[in-house]
């Protein structure tokens, strides 16, 4: 069975300060990717995507950048982080249409 | 411009009755759309995907129906238990480029037992 790992679960980080947030998939081969930003009570916003290793699609313009060194791994960086960039922040795969979620990385930017 | 709508006031409802929430899009062509369920702290999880050449799909308790004239999407739980309050998400998927796929902000739904 397919199983998403993100991690870390809890991150607190100062204004400036960089950012490496993990998720890798198993049990699938060649899935999409995506991150997602959650604010507090808000939906989600698509910030990237990824349809293949080294594929990736921005969304938003911002100080945020997406990477995808193999094939079931995706990873969400920024070199300076602002206090806007706190939030909830999820990885999920999809192959063929729904999308699976990961469990999820609270950021807090101080 | 392109604009998913769910109703951003939570919906109380007994438990045993049916809860009815609704999705509405504007400027879009979606392949398809999907309902997921979200509790708090956790990521959404997938419950229903439903075609845009499909009028209904059901699951267990779980009902959708996809207008593409009305541009509208109706959710339905029946029989409906305290164990079902969470937030709902729909979410749609582009035509032309099915990778990408936009959420709606959701509904909270409180089962009242």
């Known amino acids: 069975s397919q199983t998403i790992h993100q991690w870390p679960a809890t991150l607190v980080q100062p204004v400036g300060s960089p950012l490496s947030l993990e998720c890798t998939v198993e049990?699938?081969?060649?899935?999409?990717l995506y991150w997602y930003r959650q604010a507090a009570g808000r939906g989600l916003q698509l910030l990237f995507y990824?349809?293949?290793?080294?594929?990736i699609s921005s969304e938003v313009p911002q100080n945020l950048s997406a990477s995808r060194p193999q094939d079931r791994q995706f990873i969400l960086s920024s070199k300076k982080l602002l206090l806007s960039d706190s939030g909830f922040y999820l990885c999920?795969?999809?192959?063929?249409?729904?999308?699976?979620f990961g469990p999820g990385t609270r950021l807090t930017v101080t | 411009s392109q604009k998913i709508e769910q109703n951003s006031e939570a919906l109380n409802i007994q438990e045993g009755k049916t809860a009815t929430l609704t999705c509405n899009y504007t400027?879009?062509?979606?392949?398809?759309l999907q309902w997921y369920r979200q509790d708090p702290g956790r990521g959404p999880v997938f419950l229903l995907l439903?075609?845009?050449?499909?009028k209904e799909k059901r699951k267990e308790r779980l009902k959708v129906t996809f207008d593409t004239t009305l541009k509208q999407s109706l959710f339905h739980i029946t029989a409906s238990q305290p164990a079902d309050s969470a937030t709902y998400l729909c979410?749609?998927?582009?035509?032309?480029?099915?990778?990408?796929?936009?959420f709606g902000t959701g509904t909270k739904l409180q089962v009242i037992p």
């Open positions: 999920a795969w999809s192959v063929v249409g729904e999308q699976y």
């Open positions: 049990g699938t081969s060649n899935p999409n």
């Open positions: 990824s349809v293949g290793i080294g594929q």
């Open positions: 400027n879009y062509s979606p392949a398809y």
């Open positions: 439903i075609r845009e050449n499909e």
């Open positions: 979410a749609l998927a582009h035509s032309g480029g099915y990778q990408k796929v936009t």
